[in-house]
């Protein structure tokens, strides 16, 4: 057992809910995804056998390989950029799917999980901050993206999911999360719905995403340590 990584949820753990805490909100009121990207399995034992139950992969490859082989009791949370042709695996193994940004995809994911019998839970990924790089849909979009979510039975839309841009300052980063939050609530506002989940905040920014209203934020380094993107 790799006692840092027991040590670093823990460390993690007490962080969320002191600043959940600070924010004035409940505790209980922010989940803590582990991000085991780039991790083998072992390593992901090690978290398990800590407590941790939610985990998020960025890559269906590596979701449909690490899924079959560990508990069953893991939520699994897909974060990367969904491509088309992922979209059976991603429904198969995957309970949460945060990077839904196309119409095209939502209708995709819908019926193959009529298909599979599932009922996957999505969020909207939107890019707030506007950064061309980024996946997500613009913040123009998102009505068109709820309406056709809204009409699809077999999933279920439980909110938005943002990615801060690289190398932003404190500032901007409030502005980034806040503006997700604002946006949600005029959607739920909007179409009479209930959208709970806001899935933002990473090792750097967490604090500031709670601050903000993240109920859901996606920790990988400062739970497993540097990631190796050669092996
Ligand atoms: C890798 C990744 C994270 C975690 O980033 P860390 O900085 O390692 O905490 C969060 N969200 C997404 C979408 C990611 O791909």
Redesign the pocket.
Known sequence: MNSDIRKNLLDIENKIALTTEEAGRRLGDVKLLA?S?TYPVETIKEAYLAGQRLF?E?KVQELEVKAPVLPEDIEWHL??HLQSNKVAKAVEYAKYI??VDSSKLIKKIDRIAEEKSKRPKIFIEVNISGEESKYGTESSQIMDLVKVALECKNLELVGLMT?APFNADNAELSSVFAGLKKLRDSLEAKFNINMPELSMG???DFEIAIKEGATIV?????IFGK?NYNI
């Not at 996606?218 to 400062?222: Q, V």
Request: glycine share 16%.
């Open positions: 991000v990207k998020g960025n974060i990367g945060h990077s990615m990473m090792s750097s996606r920790i990988g380094t400062s990631r």
